[in-house]
């Protein structure tokens, strides 16, 4: 049985949006959009994705370039950084 058709769930592409193809990468069943904002933007230089800082501070992350969330196969490298942003999101 092929593997995929069991995990639906992990991916969405979102072909009726205004802003697709949002990066620079196949799309159809490549470009995937069920995290269309990165969940892991907190993570700060440690989400492992492909970024850059910029602005007059130098503190505004551009993440532009990155096609990390947006790949079918980083969906459980996203799910397990979750504890990471539970971390941060935690009440103080």
């Known amino acids: 049985m092929d593997k995929r058709a ?15 193809p949002c990066h620079e990468m196949p799309t159809g069943e490549e470009l995937n959009c069920l995290f269309c904002f990165c969940p892991l933007y907190c993570l700060g230089p440690d989400c492992g994705g492909n970024f850059v800082y910029v602005g007059e501070k130098g503190n505004i992350k551009d993440c532009s370039a990155c096609t990390v969330p947006h790949r079918r196969e980083n969906y459980d490298y996203i799910m397990r950084q979750y504890e990471r942003v539970k971390v941060i999101a935690a009440p103080r």
């Open 6 to 20: 069991t995990e639906n769930y992990k991916f969405f592409s979102h072909t009726a949006c205004e802003f697709y």
